[in-house]
């Protein structure tokens, strides 16, 4: 009889297809049999009435990164930690290029970060801010090493050009990557918000007026237009606004691999958010800012058609004593930003799952496999088959939790879902075959994750 290093018994598998009672036996941390019933392991954890699904994929975070004049506060530890108790078991992160660097420099030195911190396997997308010649040529290397993703921003000080854009996703695409994009015109918000500040208006609410639905509808037009010139994929990173996301659809309607993202936050907070004291408001503002009613609408119709592709965190975890600091007087001069790390399978699954906005198949699509796609990581990534990494999330349906700073795992003063009464959690959650979180314990050190190469990009 063949014995199992770990094995899940009576758990219902869940896949984007597929939803069946089975045990899986795990052996040197990968997944081994997918049978109805597996009697010999030397660690068994019965997941009666539980969803047994691939671990959480989140390839949008911004994890101990100089941004926006400061610094966000999770290091790779306490990020990953937050990440494992929301059920993630692999991250994807966004690094910025700074002044002088090369895209390798970036790289390396979010390897230093990482290596000895982080619980979680790992991999870098790195944001391209200077396209010079020597970048240009860098991209074909670093995808050959297995860095497939990349990301550019239409927005800040450091937006594209639109010759620099068609550039980009040219030579990304012909060299096996895909290209995240940050779709708004800083143009025209630069211009909106100058004016704004000139005549006074100064609170939290005119972050969100300054940044209005068309500004990122047009932009996500104009480069979605730009990658169908040069035949290239494209993912059209925290989609917030319902033109943007009909962009999106034409799109895909034409058989463009256009891929579009969204995040908790744009699916559940409305911008009244933003009329209140700037010691409240400051907490909600991101970018794109968040919306009104319609465009929650339009996107959880969006995730159940497969419009979109992924919903991501956006982790970016500044503190709220230095939003306030660094936005004293002017909106927008607050740091664009909030941790979501750890709340982000949980909010989907409450809001979505349990509300019937989407189903359990499409949840797992949303939150692990279309996102490992994306990155290059599935198959070993994002789904629960035979050979498969054993990274797997176990979701107690009937659990209910209230959201509060105090009970979550990131060291950000605040949350911008406090409050939210979620009902659906991770119970358990195993990476590469090791229990690495169960209930409220912690059985993960600093460093046990690993860099994992990812493959070329492949349209699906």
Known sequence: MKSYDLIIKNGIVVTPSEEFVADIGICQGKVTDISQELLSGKNIIDAKGKYVIP???????????????????????????????????????YPIQEEKQTLRDVISESMKKAKDRSILDYSFSPVITRRTDEVYKEIAELIKEGFTTYKVF???????????????????????????????????????????????????????????????????????????????????????????????????????????????????????????SVEEAAKYVVTPPLRGKEHRLALWSGLSSGALSLVSSDHCAFSLKEKLRLGSGAFNKIPH???????????????????????????????????????????????????????????????????STAKLHSVCDFTPFEGFIVKGIPSVVIKGGKVIVSGDELFAIPGEGKHIKRNSFKVF
């Open 55 to 93: 671990g959480g994929v989140d390839i949008h975070t911004h994890i101990d990164a100089p941004l926006h004049g400061s610094n966000t506060m999770d290091d790779w530890y306490e990020a990953t930690c937050s990440a494992a108790y929301g059920g993630v078991t692999c991250v994807v992160d």
């Open 337 to 403: 930003g909030a941790p979501g790390i750890e709340t982000r399978l949980p909010i989907l699954f409450s809001e979505g799952v349990v509300k019937k906005r989407i189903t359990i198949n499409k949840f797992v699509e949303l939150v692990s496999t279309n996102p490992a796609k994306i990155a290059g990581l599935y198959p070993s990534k994002g789904t629960i088959s035979i050979g498969s990494d054993a990274d797997i999330t176990i979701i107690d349906p009937e659990k209910e939790m209230k959201i």
């Open 154 to 276: 239409m927005a800040y000080s450091f937006r594209a050009r639109d010759e620099e854009l068609i550039k980009l996703l040219d030579v990304i695409s012909s060299n096996g990557g895909i290209l995240g994009v940050h779709a708004e015109n800083d143009w025209a918000i630069e211009y909106m918000a100058s004016k704004m500040i000139s005549e006074g208006k100064t609170e939290p609410i005119y972050h969100c007026l300054s940044r209005p639905p068309v500004t990122e509808e047009e932009a996500t037009g104009r480069v979605i237009r730009l990658a169908e010139m040069v035949n290239a994929p494209i993912l059209i990173v925290h989609v917030s606004a319902k033109g943007a996301l009909e962009e999106i659809e034409n799109a895909r309607k034409k058989g463009n691999p256009v891929y579009g993202e969204t995040c908790p936050h744009f699916l559940t907070l409305d911008q009244d958010l933003y009329n209140q």
